[in-house]
Each structure stands twice: as structure tokens, then as C-alpha cells.
């Protein structure tokens, strides 16, 4: 990986850390067809909107893990 991608990498996580911190909201991916999902942390269940698989969060693993 050159240093120029990790320099953008770092930068993705780091924006997306503050919309978890600032706004309470985490990107994640559906662990049944693997779409992007946008949820409130403090949800219990996600559903998916594209598979309408619904489940606990720890099968919606994050996108910047």
C-alpha cells in the first residue's frame, strides 16, 4: 500500500469516527448481502434496506472496522 493511499485511508476513518461521535450514527454493512447501511448507534435491530434482512448489530459489521 503506498503511503499516499494510507494518508487517504486515515482520513476516511478519521470523518467517519466523527459522524459516530458527532451525530450518533455508524456506517455499516449488511452481514447478508454486504450493502452500506447508515443506523443510530443505539439501535438494537438494523434493516437492511436493500435485502430486508434484520438482525442484531453484530451482524452488520462496520464499514471503517
Known amino acids: ?11 476516511q ?6 459522524i459516530i461521535k458527532d451525530a ?18 443505539e439501535s438494537e435491530e438494523i434493516e437492511c434496506y436493500d435485502c430486508n434482512f434484520i438482525s442484531e448489530p453484530c451482524d452488520f459489521p462496520d464499514l471503517f472496522y
Open 24 to 41: 450518533s450514527i455508524n456506517i455499516v454493512t449488511c452481514g447478508m448481502c454486504g450493502s452500506v447501511v447508515i443506523h443510530k448507534i
Open 1 to 11: 500500500m503506498t503511503e499516499r493511499k494510507k494518508e487517504l485511508l486515515a482520513k
Open 13 to 18: 476513518y478519521e470523518l467517519a469516527q466523527s
